[in-house]
């Protein structure tokens, strides 16, 4: 029996048609292809992530932000000179993209102008840095990614 090039295109067609219609429905049932790309908390969630933004608009006007540099000792964070260090509260996240046992959170409490993490706290290679701080009952925020 010979199939004519209009009855090939026909059955292609339908071929074609029937993989898309088993893959659908295979998505849609099977448990393990739900993955839902928004949280419960939706709104809870983006009233934080405003949060944040308001955050670093709060630290982008300040004359001079926060700064860091690299020592013998470890990783230097100098918060700003034309404000009193010791009235600064907060907390800094130290996070590591290649290696979650490395992050570390650290709570800020000021003797000098600084903060020094450890040389032995810190290995070599990317660095995301997130401090969240206060002073005088406004909030900052300071994102940077680093290469230690």
Known sequence: MKISWGTGIVLAFVGFIAFIMYFIVSMNVDDKYDHDLV?????????????????????????????HERTEDGLKINFPEDIDYKEITGKMFLYRPSNKQLDFETAISLSNPYLLIPDKRLVDGRWNIKIDWQYKGKSYLFKESIVY
């Not at 009233?47 to 709060?58: E, G, S």
Request: proline share 0%.
């Open 39 to 67: 949280s419960e908390d939706y709104y809870g969630e983006e009233l934080k992530y405003q949060k944040d933004i308001d955050k670093l608009k709060n630290a982008k006007s300040l004359v001079t932000n926060i700064s």
